[in-house]
């Protein structure tokens, strides 16, 4: 199905060209969804531990269950893939 371009106002099919350039644009979005997942992935453990961090103070106590929690988000990315199927657990 051929695609079409928006100039100035007037709509025109994409050159064999341009759908060939289009089809590249689209594959290496695609190809990159892994890598950007990943990233969500890490970007969102790190703010959790962010938020955490202080517990590991050495003038506190860090409870178990801390300790717990610390470690299910440090062993993430190492389990998953999609960030829509991870399981950020509860902070404590």
Do not use: G, I, P, V
């Given at each position: 199905m051929p695609r079409f371009k928006n100039v100035d106002g007037v709509v025109i099919a994409?050159?064999?060209?341009?759908?060939?350039?289009?089809?590249a644009e689209e594959k290496a979005w695609n190809d990159g969804n892994g890598a950007r997942q990943m990233e969500a992935i890490r970007r969102e453990r790190d703010n959790l531990l962010a938020a955490t961090d202080w517990t590991a103070n050495s003038d506190v106590t860090m409870s178990?269950?801390?300790?717990?929690y610390r470690q299910m988000l440090r062993d993430i990315p190492a389990s998953n893939t999609v960030y829509d199927d991870v399981d950020w657990g509860t902070k404590p």
């Open positions: 994409l050159t064999a060209e341009e759908e060939t350039d289009r089809d178990d269950a801390m300790k717990t």
